[in-house]
């Protein structure tokens, strides 16, 4: 389960998706998050699902690659939407026990689903193009205008990135311990839901434990190395949009106020 997991991982690759501005895709991504919770219609959907499938197409990223993903967060999409198809009152449809399914219910099931499984993707395909130092740049350059009130742009860039990067470490580090405890009799696969996650918390000891050696072998390193982060610290390369990046914001603005303005339409 943990191997599927997607957030934090970086692709390699030379497409045009790979070397636009990091600055330009994670404003192009703040858009494609603002514009699903303003559409409150099905038809624009089908304009996310186009957006998405055109930079898989032009990142050249596996679709099962991304589609890999959402297994793990499959059970909370299936809760949202058990919640909200029973829980939403309205035109009763049919009955299951106690509970009442309504029209309203299960359309306001599938929105929310749909929403989850977009949002998941879409915000993957940004981790999946951009690798860690370029995100760490483009974070630092966005909050940059915000050092005149204090804001320490640098360090909350490394904090954000370093958290993210290590996601698909942790996850591997508790992989290796499951697998390590199985092998000593330890059962994380039968039970129902809450005895499995019983079974989980004695991963947590072990899993704090690696996590701080590494993050204390991090911050060894980073000195080792002289690092300094703030004003003086030098980039080998510089931010710099061309027209791609430009042509890629003009036409991002343009298709995601369309989906927004359908709200109002």
């Known amino acids: 389960m943990f191997r599927d997991i997607t957030i934090g991982l970086y692709f390699p690759g030379n497409t045009i998706i790979h070397r636009l501005d990091p600055r330009i895709k994670i404003i192009i991504i703040m858009m494609f998050i603002t514009s699903l919770f303003f559409i409150t219609s099905f038809p624009p959907y089908i304009l996310i699902l186009a957006f998405i499938l055109f930079v898989i197409y032009l990142s050249k990223v596996p679709l099962k690659h ?25 035109e009763e449809l049919f009955s299951i026990g106690p509970l009442t399914v309504t029209k309203e219910g299960l359309r306001q099931a ?36 915000f050092k005149r009130i204090g804001v320490p742009a640098h360090e909350l860039a490394m904090m954000m990135t370093i958290a993210l990067r290590f996601i698909p470490t942790l996850l591997e580090e508790t992989d290796k311990i499951m697998k390590a405890q199985m092998a000593r009799g330890a059962d994380f696969e039968s039970g129902n839901i ?4 019983k079974n989980l918390v004695p991963l947590l000891v072990p899993l704090f434990i690696n996590a701080f050696r590494r993050a204390d072998e991090l911050a060894i390193a ?16 510089e931010l710099k949009l061309d027209r791609k990046d430009i042509l890629a914001i003009s036409l991002s603005t343009l298709y995601f106020g369309f989906i927004i303005s359908t709200r109002y339409i």
């Not at 589609?67 to 939403?88: D, E, H, Q, W, Y």
């Not at 980073?222 to 390369?237: D, F, H, P, S, V």
């Open 66 to 90: 991304v589609l890999k993903g959402l297994k793990p967060l499959i059970l909370i999409i299936v809760v949202t939407f058990l919640i909200n198809a029973f829980l939403t009152k309205g």
């Open 222 to 237: 980073m000195e080792a190395r002289c690092y300094r982060g703030g004003e003086n610290r030098t980039r080998l390369n």
């Open 194 to 197: 809450l005895n499995r996650a």
């Open 110 to 145: 599938v929105f929310m689903a749909l929403r989850l499984i977009f949002l998941i993707t879409g915000t993957s395909l940004l981790t999946l193009t951009t690798s860690p130092i370029s995100l760490t740049d483009g974070i630092e350059k966005l909050l940059s205008p």
